[in-house]
């Protein structure tokens, strides 16, 4: 299994519509990084783990999972580079592959080092937009495609219980 850690606050400021979106309200920013990253996660395969700063949103650890995608505040004093490499050198082993996401150079770096392999915030961003561009391609294709129907009926006899369905006469 492949698991990708990814730096919430470095991906943040790094997406244009999120960037944009933090500036006015970052929960919401939030919000759309984890839904974006339950796609990719519920496309790709791969597992998510999203680790956001704790000097942005006092308190306590806190953890919790929204979309299936595992949602980790650090603790107060703990930075999400710290997190992620104590995260990267829990989870690496030999059927697991671990992919930090973060334009952090330093900790590209330090993660590499621990057996991690990096992707940029851009590398991530690209993948993300051709992943909602293929799902888009497929919800369009299934709504082309005609409903299978249990009996078969010629277009003419279709026609009329669609009607019938709208309600029209």
Request: proline residues 2%; aromatic residues 8%; without cysteine.
């Amino acid at each position: 299994m492949d698991i990708l850690i990814v730096d919430g606050y470095n991906i943040i400021g790094a997406w244009p519509e999120l960037r944009k979106l933090k500036e006015h309200d970052l929960a919401s920013a939030r919000d759309l990084l984890i839904s974006k990253m339950a796609d990719y996660q519920g496309f790709t395969g791969n597992k998510v783990i999203i680790v956001f700063d704790a000097h942005l949103v006092q308190g306590i650890e806190k953890k919790y999972t929204n979309h299936q995608v595992d949602v980790i505040f650090t603790r107060e004093h703990e930075t999400a580079d710290e997190r992620i490499e104590k995260l990267a050198k829990q989870l690496i082993n030999v059927r697991t592959k671990v992919y930090v996401a973060t334009s952090d150079y330093t900790e590209q770096w330090t993660i590499f080092g621990q057996g991690a392999l990096r992707k940029s915030a851009r590398e991530l961003l690209v993948e993300v937009e051709a992943i909602e561009q293929s799902i888009t391609k497929k919800v369009e294709k299934i709504h082309e495609q005609k409903p299978m129907s249990k009996i078969p009926l010629t277009d003419e006899i279709a026609r009329i219980f669609e009607k019938w369905r709208r309600g029209e006469k």
